[in-house]
């Protein structure tokens, strides 16, 4: 639903890889061509070994790694970490704590320019998008988890990579500080076209972000698909943080009514014949036509196989069954609100499933409270 | 101050200053290489480094003497010229660097493995080579610490007196330092003497400990310098 008109085409990132871990043995095998491309799974699945692998820092990884025309990795090749034109952005920040933002910011430029870039521009550009220019003369034990972890993507993009590799880059924050992160993320993957590879376990930044998704578990490829479909998926379900799912759908402020906010569900600048969604949401958030992500946890979906009337909750949406599966008591539906909006996974019980006589491209309503919907700035 | 107490004071500055710039560099590799990298006999590499620590210094000045001497396997008989070693300040020079170097040594290892080594790597990924990762990461990340093992080197050079005297002598003037003459100046009763060129001695220790204190001190935890 991140669709931009015209859509530029991404290096083929080609990956075929083994490494022996402690625990288990790394085995990845995958072709991307996305703009972004999630890796997620539980933590201890491999993920963090899978990015390092593909930035160089695994020395002992056998296989084949590709980007375009570049070989990284082969039997007779091993191309260190310097060259293979990446921006790495690991969990921790890693800082060079004897350098300003500004020095900090800089460490790539050598290799920039080496590759055509235009610094100067990429950096002014990095500095007004993460919202940098207060912290530029500051030095790095000064700053904040979330400051840092903007100055480190912020480093990444400015040394020109071909691939931006982010490990996580706002797990170690909290959760709230997390959310005010996820626009900068999202503006970076719009202002930037450079192809990323993000891993997370986080189900919202899967969902606001990637293009493509692939599931670990002990280092073997789980499920790889589109993300929504992959994470409504009971397999990959389980593994979501904490098992409470929250359904991302783009989405744009219509403005605000008696302290609640009226969104309208999917992108404005892409037409579609499709009626409009509407919900309303009692938070505020935003100026009318600013984009948000609205974020419904799929245990706060009610589902209606007829019109309810007399409701409190202030949402009912029409909308078809696309699947059911269950695993462990818990089923999971799938439901479509409109051929272009992406659907939307509820949570309900296995006996639900048999009681409301519930199966694909039943037509059923959907009943949502305005109190559990969430709205997050997209940044754009 | 005489004239004499004088040159003593210069020639060893001179001793302990030419042993150290000798000393600094190839020191601080090898910490370097000892803290990052594992190879084969990299125990006894670190064991024969550090054996100066714990050995008596005459007896590493007498193994310099042996290998030094005209018959000994680095002597003028065994190479064709004399390398220059025995009774000069260049003796001198040989015997302090080889006691100061273990705490170079010792000291740039211990200070690099505290460095986060995936800094390093981060530094790679920018596209600096590991040359480039070294000299303008590792070395800057690790400043305070090399400088203060190159103090500690310093001033064990100036008071090296066991591994000196055995193989450059003690003759005043030519490579008589600070600890030989206060020894001289003790064993010939002049006591005199010995006092003022202890309290030289003293004197430079503890301005070598300031600058070391003023150096660990000045920038606080790689704040801003301002």
């Known amino acids: 639903m991140n669709e931009r008109t015209p859509q530029p085409s991404w290096d083929r990132l080609l990956v075929d890889v083994e490494l022996s871990l402690d625990r288990f043995k790394l085995e990845v095998s995958f072709e991307t061509q996305s703009q972004v491309t999630g890796v997620f799974g539980a933590s201890g699945s491999g993920k963090t070994s899978l990015l390092e692998t593909l930035s160089g820092l695994r020395k002992k990884a056998k296989g084949t790694l590709q980007l375009g025309d570049e070989t990284w990795l082969s039997s007779g090749t091993f191309l260190g970490p310097e060259d293979r034109n990446i921006g790495y952005v690991p969990q921790e920040g890693l800082l060079f704590p004897h350098l300003t933002v500004q020095r900090n910011l800089e460490t790539g430029k050598k290799r920039a320019l080496a590759s055509g870039h235009d610094f100067e521009t990429t950096l002014a550009q990095v500095v007004e998008i993460l919202e940098l220019s207060p912290l530029l003369n500051r030095g790095i034990t000064t700053l904040s988890g979330g400051e840092r972890q903007r100055v480190a993507l912020g480093r990444a993009i400015c040394s020109g990579p071909r691939l931006l590799l982010l490990d996580e880059p706002f797990a170690s924050l909290d959760l709230p500080l997390r959310r005010r992160l996820l626009p900068f993320l999202n503006r970076v993957r719009h202002e930037f076209q450079i192809p990323m590879i993000l891993v997370t376990h986080d189900p919202i930044e899967v969902q606001a972000l990637c293009d493509d998704l692939i599931v670990l578990k002990s280092g073997k490829v789980l499920v790889r698909g589109e993300p929504r479909r992959v994470l409504s998926d009971p397999k990959v379900f389980s593994l979501a943080d904490r098992s409470e799912f929250e359904n991302i759908l783009p989405c744009h402020s219509l403005g605000q009514e008696n302290g609640a906010s009226i969104v309208e569900l999917g992108d404005p600048t892409i037409r579609n014949p499709d009626p409009p969604v509407r919900l309303v949401v009692t938070r505020s958030e935003g100026n009318p036509g600013d984009r948000l992500f609205l974020g419904i946890p799929s245990h706060e979906i009610m589902i209606a196989t007829q019109k309810p009337v007399g409701l409190s909750a202030r949402n009912l949406l029409p909308a078809r069954i696309l699947s059911l599966k269950a695993e462990d008591a818990v089923g999971i539906v799938t439901v479509s609100l409109t051929k272009s909006l992406p659907p939307l996974a509820i949570e309900v019980t296995e006996t639900t499933i048999s009681s409301l006589g519930l199966q694909p491209d039943l037509e059923i309503f959907l009943v949502i409270k305005a109190a559990s919907c969430r709205l997050y700035n997209a940044g754009n | ?226």
């Open chain 2, 1 to 226: 101050m005489t004239t004499e107490t004088l040159v003593i004071i210069l020639l060893t500055l001179k001793v302990a200053s030419v042993a150290i710039l000798v000393v600094v560099v190839p020191a601080t590799i090898l910490g370097y290489l000892l803290a990052r990298y594992d190879f084969r006999g990299k125990n006894i590499v670190s064991g024969l480094v550090g054996l100066p620590l714990v050995l008596p210094p005459t007896a590493v000045g007498f193994l310099l003497l042996r290998l030094l001497a005209v018959d000994g396997p680095l002597g003028s008989d065994a190479i064709g010229f004399d390398l220059g070693f025995l009774l000069t300040w260049k003796g001198a020079v040989l015997a302090s660097g080889i006691m100061a170097a273990p705490l170079v040594v010792r000291t740039a290892r211990v200070t690099f493995e505290g460095i986060n080594p995936r800094l390093e790597m981060m530094a790679r990924t920018l596209g600096h080579g590991r040359l480039s990762t070294f000299l303008n990461y590792s070395l800057p990340l690790a400043r305070r610490g090399l400088l203060a093992g190159v103090i500690l080197g310093f001033t064990r050079a100036l008071g090296e007196f066991g591994a000196t005297v055995t193989i450059a002598g003690n003759i005043p003037g030519r490579t008589q330092t600070l600890a030989s003459a206060i020894f001289s100046a003790q064993q010939a009763g002049e006591n005199k003497q010995a006092y003022s060129l202890m309290i030289i001695a003293m004197v430079m220790g503890f301005i070598a400990i300031v600058i070391s204190e003023v150096l660990s001190r000045g920038r606080g935890q790689y704040g801003p310098s301002r």
